[in-house]
């Protein structure tokens, strides 16, 4: 697991209450029971974490967490 | 199930659960141990550090996430998990199974003055530092006072009228009197009713102490919140819930529940004087003392105690003093409570109500704590030391908020 996918886990779990083991990267975020408020949260919450602006359209229920990460490029994190 | 209607008798209205999450500790054991035996729960507070007044009465071990799972936490002010908190513990008191109940019968009201105000604080910060990409999205269902009484309704199921009233420190009051005429009108079975407040942000914290009505007594929280002691010199805030059960009480015999006691009166009335200050004549607390005893059908000479506003104010105290002997003579065992739990804001009137009744049901007043030396201008019976048994023949709790509004609750033994 690279660094960024855990940092992302982290943030799940800690913040929105998932499951760590729920967390595979094909899970879509519909899957992981996200809903349209926990979406826009999740989109702040990377911002904060990671200095990235995830569009929120981008964050659509049939986005998988590999979606996600696809967007985390090591060159864009911080 | 019960209809009021013309030319039948008014149906009284019964408490029959309890439930408290205040400085005095969670549940009805642990509030009865530490404010029957008058010990201050005020403390310093971490998160006032810097401020000009850095202590206050928070709620001792209240964990959210293990209450209601990290995924739901989140999503809720402090207020709100309070009064959920609140909402099981007096439903389960009550002896009621929401996983069973006609939902569609149970109403809440719940007072609080100002809400989900940390969470407003909080993100008004991040929108300041960050720009409104950071601002959460959640603020809008956290933030706004109706959410305390929403997220009741969520997690229990409760699916009656449902709604927050909000007349700043008599909140708590006011919703139980509100909910009790619910239940009169037949608009619900059950009603789940009180307050909840947790805003003791730095803001709202700078602003209360800035208008000179905290407590300054840096050197000795403890000793901070004195209703009615010569050495008083501001109220101590204080968070959070108290919610009671309510039903009409042929429902609550029928069901064969213990009623702990009966909400008897309501009155409520407004100084129309000024923004912070109690009018100095009374009058608007002594007409809604007197309504609640004409509704409760019962004379000052009937009651036996009053649980008094009594925030340790110069002011309140002395002004509402002079307002309780006017009505009462110098008959009942005034008590103030705020000694131990300091000032609930929203949820005083609330967490006083259930004290009240605590008090008729165990025949006995908690003492106002830190009375060392009572001020000589207050010229009522106030319990000091110790608890005192009583008489119960009915008590009256006593609630003033600020834009003097004031709201009054009568309480007689079941």
Redesign the interface.
């Known amino acids: 697991m690279t660094d960024i996918q855990q940092r992302l886990n982290g943030l799940l779990t800690?913040?929105?209450?998932?499951v760590a083991d729920d967390l595979r990267p094909e899970a879509t975020l519909e899957e992981l029971d996200l809903d349209s408020?926990a979406l826009?949260?999740l989109s702040?919450l990377i911002?904060?974490e990671f200095g990235v602006?995830v569009d929120d359209t981008a964050l659509t229920p049939e986005a998988t967490l590999g979606t996600i990460l696809d967007l985390l490029t090591p060159a864009e994190v911080h | 199930m019960a209809q009021a209607t013309v030319g039948r008798p008014r149906p009284r209205t019964a408490v029959t659960g309890l439930g408290l999450v205040t400085p005095a500790g969670i549940g009805v054991e642990a509030n009865v141990d530490r404010v029957w035996s008058g010990r201050p729960t005020a403390d310093r507070t971490a998160e006032l550090d810097g401020l000009p007044v850095d202590f206050s009465c928070r709620v001792p071990g209240f964990d959210p996430v293990a209450l209601l799972?990290?995924?739901?936490?989140?999503?809720m002010d402090r207020a709100s998990q309070l009064a959920v908190q609140a909402a099981r513990l007096a439903v389960a008191d009550a002896g009621l199974d929401p996983a069973v109940w006609d939902g569609a019968r149970v109403a809440v009201v719940v007072g609080t003055s100002l809400g989900g105000w940390n969470t407003v604080e909080r993100e008004h910060g991040a929108f300041l530092a960050d720009g409104s990409?950071?601002?959460?999205?959640?603020l809008m269902?956290m933030g706004p006072v109706n959410m305390t009484a929403g997220y009741i309704a969520m997690d229990l199921k409760a699916l009656g009228p449902n709604q927050v009233v909000s007349t700043a420190c008599a909140s708590g009051n006011t919703a139980i009197g509100y909910a009790r005429m619910l239940l009169e009108t037949g608009a619900c079975d059950v009603a789940i009713a009180g307050g909840t407040e947790a805003a003791m942000s730095p803001t709202a914290m700078a602003s209360l102490a800035r208008a000179g009505a905290l407590s300054k007594r840096l050197d000795d929280p403890r000793g901070a919140s004195r209703p009615f002691d010569a050495d008083r010199d501001g109220f101590v805030a204080g968070e959070g819930a108290a919610l009671l059960v309510l039903e009409r009480l042929e429902d609550a015999r029928a069901r064969g529940a213990r009623t702990r006691a009966l909400i008897a009166g309501f009155g409520a009335s407004a100084d129309g004087h000024h923004a912070s200050a109690p009018d100095p004549t009374g009058s608007g607390a002594e007409r809604a003392i007197r309504a609640a005893l004409a509704d409760a059908d019962l004379g000052p000479q009937d009651v036996a105690h009053v649980n008094a506003h009594g925030t340790s104010t110069p002011l309140n105290d002395v002004t509402e003093a002079r307002t309780i002997r006017r009505v009462f003579g110098d008959g009942p065992a005034v008590t103030s409570t705020k000694g131990v739990v300091g000032h609930l804001l929203g949820a005083a009137g609330a967490a006083e109500a259930a004290y009240t009744v605590l008090a008729v049901e165990r025949g006995e007043v908690p003492p106002t704590a830190n009375l060392g030396r009572q001020d000589p201008e207050i010229e009522v019976d106030v319990v000091a030391g110790e608890a005192r048994p009583i008489k119960p023949l009915a008590a009256v709790n006593n609630s003033f908020g600020f834009g003097g509004q004031n709201a009054v609750v009568v309480v007689t033994p079941a």
């Open positions: 800690a913040k929105l209450g998932l408020l826009i949260e702040v911002q904060k602006l | 799972g990290r995924r739901t936490a989140w999503r990409a950071m601002v959460s999205p959640l269902v």
